[in-house]
């Protein structure tokens, strides 16, 4: 199923009616963009670079505080090499669910009604463009605004949904309520819902693991272990199926012994390679920040993460993943060759022995396929 991205009707003109020619080339963070004027809202703005725009949305509840930040990128041309953090939004959007007849009047008038896949409290809405729609079957009657049929939207498959922002004070109402359930301990859980980035909390979808206790999930064999980290209850996660072990560790200050023992489990290890030393040392962070990373409960460096593996190498390890690398701290690059160096040092080749990569920070990974 295709991710559904959640937008606000600020965005409606820019995503739908996007035109920018992006042009096939690496953009670097550190251009400067072009602000493109706005005349009537207030609490957004839109940035415009050469191969994306960043479109920052200020909370209407709390305008000292940023609501999103999207990266809407011309669906004709590859994703950015570089970009910064925010939910990339492909652009124009090709199918919508609606959810008040005001964004529907507003789409209508920017000529792109056509991309009107699903509305609620379609008795409300009088455009004959979305009646005749409703009759023809080119749009779908989701329900009720404040009670959507969950079924009908997922069926759509649609690119994003358009809420009222009066609904639950700028909550998603039902579309959390998918049934889709959200694995955690419980501090973790109690440490979500008190963060106020969740506008909409957890209720249903919560459900409980238990440190080192395995877990069966349909075909997965789960163990979730602590980790040194200065966050609410830090935990990495082993994961087995069909034979292979998965193990994800990505923000720790020190490989613990708890945590060797699930490394050293691993077919495949995704495990955080955070800074360089000296780029972090030189860098503007403050003084306190430089030392909260550098502690036992901050986080690793390239250099650490290297040692460590050169030192614990398994002859089942096949894939190295390196990830939550810094912006400002590290570079993807950087981080693979201190890795690199560090296991020819013992002798273990890099792309013979056991592949390696270093995840970009704001750009998916590939998709990888295991026998």
Not at 47 to 59: F, G, H, K, M, Q
Not at 238 to 252: H, P, R, Y
Request: hydrophobic fraction near 35%.
């Amino acid at each position: 199923m295709k991710k559904v991205t959640l937008l606000f009707l600020m965005l409606t003109l820019v995503l739908f009616l996007s035109a920018c020619s992006g042009k096939d080339k690496t953009v670097s963070v550190f251009i400067s963009g072009d602000t493109i004027p706005l005349r009537y809202a207030d609490n957004l703005t839109l940035v415009s670079y050469p191969d994306y725009t960043i479109a920052t949305l200020r909370n209407p509840w709390d305008t000292l505080k940023t609501l999103h930040t999207y990266i809407l990128v011309p669906a004709s041309q590859p994703l950015p090499a570089h970009m910064p953090e925010g939910t990339i939004v492909r652009t124009p959007l090709r199918k919508s669910v609606i959810y008040s007849s005001v964004h529907c009047s507003l789409m209508d008038k920017l000529g792109a009604a056509g991309s009107i896949g699903g509305v609620c409290d379609l008795k409300y809405i009088k455009l004959p463009v979305i009646q005749d729609g409703y009759r023809n079957g080119t749009v779908t009657d989701c329900g009720d605004g404040m009670n959507p049929d969950m079924e009908k939207i997922i069926d759509l498959h649609p690119d994003a949904i358009l809420l009222s922002p009066f609904e639950n004070s700028g909550g998603y109402g039902r579309v959390e309520k998918l049934n889709i359930p959200i694995y955690t301990t419980a501090r973790i859980h109690e440490g979500i819902n008190r963060s106020y980035c969740m506008t909409e909390k957890l209720y249903s979808s919560v459900r409980y693991l238990e440190k080192q206790q395995p877990m069966q999930l349909e075909d997965f064999h789960i163990e979730s272990f602590e980790v040194p980290h200065d966050g609410t209850d830090n935990v990495g996660y082993c994961i087995e199926i069909d034979g292979k072990v998965f193990a994800f560790l990505t923000d720790l200050g020190e490989i613990t012994p708890t945590a060797a023992e699930y490394i050293r489990k691993a077919n495949y290890l995704i495990l955080e390679a955070n800074y360089d030393e000296e780029m972090l040392r030189m860098g503007t962070y403050p003084q306190y920040l430089k030392e909260r990373i550098t502690s036992r409960t901050g986080h690793m460096s390239n250099i650490a993460t290297a040692e460590f593996l050169s030192e614990n190498m398994t002859e089942h390890l096949q894939y190295i993943w390196l990830c939550h690398l810094s912006k400002d701290n590290n570079h993807p690059e950087l981080a693979y060759k201190t890795v690199e160096w560090k296991l020819r040092e013992k002798g273990i080749i890099v792309g013979k022995d056991v592949q390696l990569c270093a995840l970009k920070r704001t750009t998916p990974s590939d998709l990888y396929e295991f026998e």
